[in-house]
Each structure stands twice: as C-alpha cells, then as structure tokens.
C-alpha cells in the first residue's frame, strides 16, 4: 500500500476485545476490503491462536498491529476520530451514517491519521470514549434485532470506505470495478450483441419450428410470436447465443421429420 493511497492514513482501532477472535476476524474484514493498520486497545488476549485462526491469511495485519493500553494513545496523532454507537446519549452529538463516515474519512486522510474506532463486544464505547470522538457512526440495522458481532461491524465500515474509494478512481476514468456488466455491449462480456437481422433470422425460425410441430398456427396467432419476442428481447442476446438457439430449433426439426426453412424454401411455398 502506498502513502498516496488514502487508505495507509486510516487505522481501525478496537477498545479492550475480550474474545481474541474477533480481533482476527477483523483482520480479515480489513483485509478484504484493503485496510491494514490495526491499532488494539487493552485487549484481553493477543497475540494468541484463535486470533491467527480467525484472521484466515490476514496475519500480516495481526503481525502489524499497535498494542496500546488507552483510547487517548490510541489516537492522540489522528486528525479525525469516528467512532461507532448504537444508542442514543443523553447529550446529543454529531451522528453521520457509514456512507457519510466513509467520505469523511477519505477527505481527511490526505491531511492526517483518521481513527475508527469500535468498542467492546458486550457493551461498546463508553460516553467518555465516545466524547473522543468528532462523530459517532450509526449503522441502520434492524431495530428489533441491532446487535451486530464486532467484525461484522467492522466488515460494514471498511466495505463503506472501500466502495468510496473505488468510486473516486472510477470519477477519475481509472477503472471500471463498479460498472455492472449485464448484457452483451458492456466491458467484459466475451460476445458480441447479436444484430437485429440475426434476431430476425432466429424469430422467424422460431416461428418455421412451432408451425412444424403443430403448436403454432400462422392463421390464428394469438399473440404467441409477439409474447415470445417480448421474451427473448429482454433477454438482450448475444451472437453465440443466437447461434446456439438456432442450433436447437434445426435439432427440433430433424427429429419432428422437418428441415429448416432456408429463405428458397420460404419463396417457393409463397
């Protein structure tokens, strides 16, 4: 990673871990989502097994981790600390969602050291740990059911911090990782979209098969050819899927005893 990557100026603090593995499994999250500095305050138990364990080949983070013994050590160099609250406080304070906390943190990591920040398992950050902190980070989960596992927690931060960056490299033309590929035409599909006449061709052997089998009339449609166009048009083909459609169809009519209907064929019977 390098200094211009705003990334080396973002560190995940975690207050006082009681259980070691989350302290790997937050190593991976990190990882997965191309954070590495982990700072650890008064953690119960680490280094220790279960922490390598959980972290699943993060252990560089682990082997990189700060251990300190406060909050205060842990960010007295930060420019910029956020830290996450599920409830509400008796004096109101600056609250921002992880979308917002991820901008935030983007936007002042090319100025200094930017801490999120994450408290206990049972009961999360303190009010004086959170009066630490500029803003207080809010993850909308399900009210009934609120409580997220610590690395979880994490996972969601790092995923938001992630997501902004790629979207700043995109705005800059950079790259494409966020672009939805769907259909034939976009980056990264392998074939090219198939054409309106080789969509006409396909239809109009379509039509040639059913009629051969006896589930089409031409004389009394029903709107069976305009329903399956709707079909098939949505579904945006590619050449070779075309191709193989068509290679379908002339199997149906060598089996039900017709050939395929070549545009002399289609001339003569007119």
Not at 54 to 72: H, K, M, P
Request: net charge negative.
């Amino acid at each position: 990673m390098t200094q211009q990557d705003p990334h080396a100026h973002i560190r995940i603090v975690l207050v006082e871990t009681s259980h070691s593995g989350n302290i790997g499994a937050t190593a991976r999250a990190m990882k997965n989502m191309g954070l590495s500095n982990l700072y650890l305050v008064n953690p119960a138990s680490f280094p220790d097994e279960a922490s390598y364990a959980r972290s699943s080949g993060a252990s560089e983070i682990l082997d990189q981790a700060t251990v300190v013994d406060t909050l205060d050590e842990a960010i007295a160099d930060c420019v910029l600390v956020m830290g996450t609250s599920a409830r509400g406080r008796k004096v109101p304070w600056p609250v921002i969602a992880p979308a917002d906390c991820a901008e935030r943190a983007a936007g002042q990591a090319g100025k200094g050291e930017v801490a999120l920040v994450f408290g206990r398992e049972n009961h999360g950050l303190s009010n004086e740990e959170l009066q630490r902190c500029h803003y207080h980070i809010h993850i909308p989960s399900n009210p009934d059911y609120s409580s997220l596992n610590l690395a979880m927690a994490v996972q969601v931060i790092c995923y938001e911090v992630r997501m902004h960056h790629l979207r700043q490299l995109e705005a800059g033309g950079e790259q494409a990782a966020l672009r939805p590929m769907l259909q034939p035409g976009d980056d990264g599909w392998d074939i090219k979209a198939a054409s309106v006449n080789d969509v006409e061709g396909f239809f109009g052997h379509l039509e040639d098969v059913l009629v051969d089998i006896d589930f089409h009339r031409r004389e009394n449609p029903r709107q069976l050819m305009t329903r399956l166009r709707r079909l098939f048009q949505r579904a945006h083909l590619d050449q070779m899927e075309i191709n193989i459609l068509r290679g379908i169809l002339t199997a149906v009519q060598k089996s039900a005893g017709a050939t395929e209907r070549g545009p002399e064929a289609k001339q003569e019977q007119e």
